[in-house]
């Protein structure tokens, strides 16, 4: 595909098998164009890469916080379930929210919690929000620590952020499922993967190998949750997708 800007002429063409359409620059569709390749070059350079919450990293696009921080306050679960931590700042960030709204805590859950980023966690003002486990998300041993600790009667919000590959997330979408209460959502995150595979730190397999495969692979099995983008709380703009590493990933409990 090539996609030319002509800022003088205030338009841009895409060709697309010898197809060429001409769009007004000044518009919804070459907006989200142009997006689709923002993320997609910002990807590659690392951009969420260059973000902190609170003093301490987290790896998001910031319009993905604000949509998944749009849900919470909306549902407003009891327990956030997050796997994949990293330096633990999406747990902060999550903490953070459940502070502000008087209502919910956080669990994480990493293959390998490095001590110097355990510690930051531990040490912040919110780690009475958190509890961190460490250990597979898909081992039988881990999944039935986290659900121990949830009471059934609890709203919950279960985030995927750990590894990505399609047989994983398929895997946590059957462990983590039943935990999502109706209403709620099971998020299985950075299915932009799938649009990587041409860039020069993407994979050629993520074509097929990445969550949205995954999820859509779940929801066939089970009709109880929809894959749908949540809907905007505040739009006064013709806008209406998501500019998001996180496509596909929204699965809705009925
Ligand atoms: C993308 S990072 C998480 C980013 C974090 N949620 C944030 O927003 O800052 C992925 C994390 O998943 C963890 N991980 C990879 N495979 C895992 C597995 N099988 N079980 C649990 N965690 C895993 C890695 O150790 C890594 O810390």
Redesign the pocket.
């Known amino acids: 595909m090539k996609i030319t800007i002509d800022t003088d002429k205030k338009i841009i063409h895409i060709e697309d098998n010898d197809k060429t359409t001409p769009l007004d620059l000044y518009s919804r569709e070459a907006f989200e164009a142009i997006s689709e390749q923002w993320i997609k070059i910002g990807w590659n350079e690392k951009y969420a890469y260059t973000f902190t919450w609170l003093g301490i ?4 696009l910031p319009e993905d916080m604000l949509r998944v921080q749009e849900v919470i306050y909306r549902i407003r679960p009891d327990v956030i379930i ?9 747990l902060i960030y999550y903490a953070s929210l459940c502070k502000a709204m008087d209502n919910g805590r956080v669990i994480g ?4 919690i490095r001590q110097h980023n355990r510690r930051l966690i531990e040490d912040h003002k919110l780690s009475p929000f958190i509890t961190l486990i460490e ?4 081992d039988p041993l881990i999944i039935s620590s986290i659900k121990s600790r949830v009471n059934p009667e609890e709203t919950t919000l279960v985030i995927l ?3 990505h590959s399609k047989n ?1 997330v398929f895997e946590e979408l059957r462990a983590y499922h039943d935990l999502v209460t109706p209403g709620s959502y099971i998020i299985a995150t ?1 299915g932009i993967m799938k649009e990587l595979d041409d860039t020069p730190r993407g994979d050629m397999e993520w074509t097929w190998n990445n969550p949205i495969e995954a999820a859509i692979q779940f929801v066939k099995l089970h009709p109880d949750f929809v894959i749908e983008q949540p809907p905007w709380i505040f739009n006064k703009s013709e806008l209406k997708k998501n500019i998001t590493y996180w496509p596909g990933a929204w699965l809705r409990k009925k």
Do not use: K, L, M, R
């Open positions: 990293p987290i790896i998001q997050e796997t994949g931590i990293a330096h633990g700042g999406s859950v990493d293959i390998d250990g597979d998300s898909i952020d750990s590894c994983h950075d």
